[in-house]
């Protein structure tokens, strides 16, 4: 069955968009199709703020991995791309979440989807609103657009 889902990008060691470019060529060979892919944003960290500036994208694949295999495979491509997990919101060179899976809402021990936190980051929403800005937050029943543009400061 194929399944349709938005998935975050962010990197700020290394090349940036180089290793965010690397993320996307494992995930084809993983057989996700790639259907959008949102311009490349630098922001700045989000946490733990002192630390390089990130380069954030989104995008949208088709894949017939259930969710926890799409997980799995993603933490596997972050590990392959030398992804350490060691402070929280810290440095790092490729992170990828998946944020929207389907219309599904989804509560695993090891697995939130809608990202459990997307409504508040810039970072996130402001490629995926480029590449959907029409989606609808299955939970809080807003869309990209919307959330986006509740953000205190941004203006659109």
């Not at 989807?113 to 508040?120: A, E, R």
């Not at 809080?140 to 919307?146: G, H, M, N, R």
Request: negative net charge.
């Amino acid at each position: 069955m194929e399944h349709l889902v938005y998935v975050a990008f962010g990197s700020n060691l290394g090349d940036r968009k180089e290793n965010i470019l690397r993320a996307i060529e494992e995930m084809k060979k993983k057989q996700m199709e790639f259907l959008r892919i949102s311009t490349m944003y630098e922001t700045e960290p989000y946490g733990l703020k002192d630390q390089p500036k990130f380069i954030n994208c989104a995008a949208l694949i088709r894949t017939s991995y259930a969710p926890m295999e799409l997980m799995d495979m993603l933490l596997d491509i972050e590990k392959a791309l030398g992804r350490v997990r060691n402070v929280k919101w810290g440095p790092r060179t490729i992170d990828i979440d998946i944020l929207f899976y389907d219309h599904r809402i989804i509560n695993f021990v090891d697995l939130i989807i809608p990202h459990p936190d997307l409504q508040n980051r810039e970072f996130v929403l402001r490629p995926l609103a480029e590449i959907a800005p029409d989606y609808i937050h299955p939970k809080l029943k807003k869309s990209v657009f919307e959330m986006l543009n509740e953000i205190e400061g941004v203006k659109i």
